[in-house]
């Protein structure tokens, strides 16, 4: 990938060494020399939070509601396969498909809704994707046919792809840079969070209030009224009007946004490959790991329904834990380091994670969810660092997104190659070793996921800052200004790997 411009931090001998002179050979000689962990001096939790002023926080708990809520209308589909399959006369199969065509198409909303908030500010954007969400939850609720469920949960899918990036900006653009582990961790356990809450609520409203599962999705329309009055009252990002005072002093911005653009796809084509490749593995880690894992407890454990809410929502609290310390860890010990070995401790849980047919999967259901969630707890930072400042929305949010796209089968299949291995029946319900199908499945997702980490690059670190930006500076003709100020500029990390 081409960084030209860019620089090393001074490396063991005291110099700092270009970007564009290292080879590819070089480049790949060191993917085990920088997984040495830097041991970063950070402070503990508490004062990093304390770091954050008002309305940083602000921001954070608006992305963290907002993220939790879109966790929340996906799993509504997950936790009701068999009634919305007894409801519209199909197979669960059938209606895992409610889920794939989701997420092939939040690829498109993150897209759309990454290149407004990119070129108009952060809030609208955000404001009318929760506008979107309360208009196709009702109608989800108010599907009478297979086919109308399949087109409102696919136009619910492009919806729910134009958040994930706009809330990790609005969190992390203008968060401390020592805090941003820590807040990233945080932050995408609102994914974990909203799994918690579409559990409880599935049991407290689905066959129980009368109307079968339809309350559920009217009850999940409700909540985003208050997140969108919750970020009508705050304003944009500073990052965001920072880089939007720099396009109005030129005498075209959209010239300049577009310009931004072709530098960006120009100089970082690569590395939004690697960045979309990564993340179908980690898309592929966690719907892996938990679409199927009740109708596993349910199906091939006999699980009753209050046994498997109690194991997902512990599975849930591990997660929960598990991304918050991995990802204030990765402040420590690097991002690719903590993705690694928590990758390689969630695949050695994976037998019991999927063989245990007693209650006592509870404790591996809360350890294998530390461990995945905890891999994700350091990828909200770590696009945001991989990411061109100019597309950060759109980059992170797509490469999310466009990951989502290659793992939106992972259910099906999973469900698919299940039905190979039968089970005896109970009575007239079909079982089978979903159990064994999961195990061998994540291990390859595991492996993959690991070689991908390790090859890729990391830019702990990096600054976010406007004036830190090359690609800003080339796009708006102030090269050459930029070019005299990056000797100032080393140790802000812009564009920079450990070596």
């Not at 809330?167 to 974990?192: H, N, V």
């Not at 598990?322 to 690719?336: A, E, N, Q, V």
């Not at 999927?354 to 770590?382: D, L, M, N, R």
């Not at 109970?426 to 061998?440: D, T």
């Amino acid at each position: 990938m081409d960084t030209s411009k860019e620089h090393y931090p001074p490396n063991e001998l005291g110099t700092a060494q270009p970007a564009a002179q290292m080879s590819a050979g070089r480049y790949i000689a060191t993917r085990f020399s920088t997984l040495k962990p830097p041991m970063a001096k950070v402070s503990n939790p508490i004062r990093l939070l304390r770091l954050l002023n008002f309305q940083q926080w602000m921001f954070f708990l608006v992305a963290f509601c907002a993220w939790s809520w879109d966790a929340f209308d996906f799993f509504t589909v997950s936790l009701t396969v068999e009634d919305l399959a007894e409801s519209f006369g199909k197979t669960k199969t059938d209606i895992t498909w409610g889920i794939t065509l989701v997420l092939m198409l939040r690829s498109v909303g993150s897209i759309i809704f990454g290149l407004a908030a990119d070129r108009y500010g952060r809030k609208w954007p955000f404001v009318i994707n929760n506008v979107l969400f309360i208009v196709l939850e009702l109608g989800t609720g108010f599907c009478s046919s297979y086919k109308s469920f399949l087109a409102v949960r696919a136009l619910f899918g492009i919806a729910m792809g134009g958040l994930y990036g706009n809330a990790a900006a609005t969190a992390l653009e203008d968060c401390p840079e020592e805090a941003r582990g820590l807040i990233s961790g945080m932050l995408q356990q609102g994914y974990a969070f909203g799994y918690l809450l579409a559990t409880v609520f599935a049991r407290a409203f689905v066959n129980t209030v009368g109307h079968g599962w339809r309350p559920l999705f009217w009850f999940g329309a409700g909540p985003p009224v208050l997140i969108i009055a919750f970020r009508l009252c705050l304003p944009e990002t500073q990052a965001y009007l920072e880089r939007k005072r720099i396009r109005e002093e030129t005498p075209n911005a959209a010239k300049v946004f577009l310009n931004e653009g072709k530098v960006a796809l120009k100089k970082h084509w690569l590395l939004l490959i690697y960045m979309v490749l990564l993340m179908a593995g980690f898309n592929f880690m966690s719907h892996g790991s938990q679409d199927l894992y009740p109708t596993m407890l349910s199906n091939q454990y006999n699980f009753s329904a209050d046994a498997v809410t109690v194991t997902q929502v512990v599975a849930n609290l591990g997660a929960i834990c598990g991304g918050t310390i991995i990802g204030y860890c990765s402040s420590i010990f690097g991002r690719r380091f903590s993705i690694i070995v928590i990758s390689i401790v969630g695949g050695a849980l994976l037998y019991p994670y999927t063989y245990t047919s007693s209650t006592k999967i509870i404790a591996a259901a809360f350890f294998e969810q530390f461990c995945v969630q905890g891999a994700w707890g350091v990828i909200p930072i770590h696009l945001m660092e991989l990411s061109p400042g100019s597309f950060r929305t759109f980059v992170v949010g797509t490469s999310y997104q466009l990951g989502n796209l290659v793992s939106s089968a992972s259910s099906t299949i999973e469900s698919t190659i299940g039905e190979r291995f039968p089970l005896p029946n109970k009575g007239s319900v079909k079982r089978y070793q979903y159990g064994k199908v999961i195990c061998i499945f994540m291990g390859c997702v595991y492996v993959y996921v690991i070689i991908l980490t390790l090859v890729g690059p990391e830019f702990r670190g990096r600054s976010m800052d406007v004036h830190a930006d090359g690609d800003m500076a080339e796009a708006a003709g102030h090269r050459e200004k930029r070019e005299s100020a990056d000797g100032k500029d080393l140790g802000r990390g812009e564009g920079i790997e450990r070596v």
